[in-house]
Structure formats: structure tokens, C-alpha cells
């Protein structure tokens, strides 16, 4: 049974930082691109960032270049996203997905609300 299950959402101040996890299980993981998607209420899932089962490939949304890392860990089996400098705008729920090919997977989200 696949699963992926995200971590490390709350409450956060602007300016601040948040570190999401999203562990994976069920599945060859160094094998798998994985992303970050986001959907806040009333509007529809966007991609955050995006990296290449092997690592080397990075993507990000212009919306969250320069504040946002994607990172992997093929011994973890996890993917992380550090966020930085957060913004109010950046307030949504957050997803992990994992892609290979015609499979791909989701995980349940992780609430992220950047607020003072």
C-alpha cells in the first residue's frame, strides 16, 4: 500500500519559517519525481516545486522562487520543502505527489497558515 504522508504545517508568523516533510512508503522512492502542490480555498491545486528522482532537476512557481527549497532523501525515503520568508498569500493546504511514469500518487495534505 502506497502512502505519503506529510508533515510539519502550522501557524506561522510573516517572515517566517516552516519546513514540510512528506514520507513515503509502498514505493521505490529514488525512482519517483516528486512535487509539492498547494490549494487554498476557492482556488484550484498549483504546483510549489518539483524535483527529479534524481535530485538534479529542480522546478519552482515564481510565486515561491527564491524563499522555497525542495529537497530529497533517497535513503529517507522523504521529501522536504523549506520555506522561508512566508507570506500570507502562501496559506494553503499542502500536498505531497509522487510520478512515475502513469502512476502517481497523493498524499492528504498538510495546513499551512501564514498569518500575525
Known amino acids: 500500500q502506497v502512502q505519503l504522508v506529510e508533515s510539519g504545517g502550522g501557524l506561522v508568523q510573516p517572515g517566517g519559517s516552516l519546513r514540510l516533510s512528506c514520507a513515503a512508503s509502498g514505493i521505490i522512492f529514488r525512482l519517483y519525481a516528486m512535487g509539492w502542490y498547494r490549494q487554498a480555498p476557492g482556488t484550484q491545486r498549483e504546483l510549489v516545486a518539483s524535483i527529479s528522482s534524481s535530485g538534479i532537476l529542480l522546478n519552482y512557481a515564481d510565486s515561491v522562487k527564491g524563499r522555497f527549497t525542495i529537497s530529497r532523501d533517497n535513503v529517507k525515503n522523504t521529501v522536504y520543502l523549506q520555506m522561508n520568508s512566508l507570506k500570507p498569500e502562501d496559506t494553503a493546504v499542502y500536498y505531497c505527489?509522487?510520478?512515475?511514469?502513469?502512476?502517481?500518487?497523493w498524499g492528504k495534505g498538510t495546513l499551512v497558515t501564514v498569518s500575525s
Open positions: 505527489n509522487a510520478v512515475r511514469g502513469v502512476m502517481e500518487y
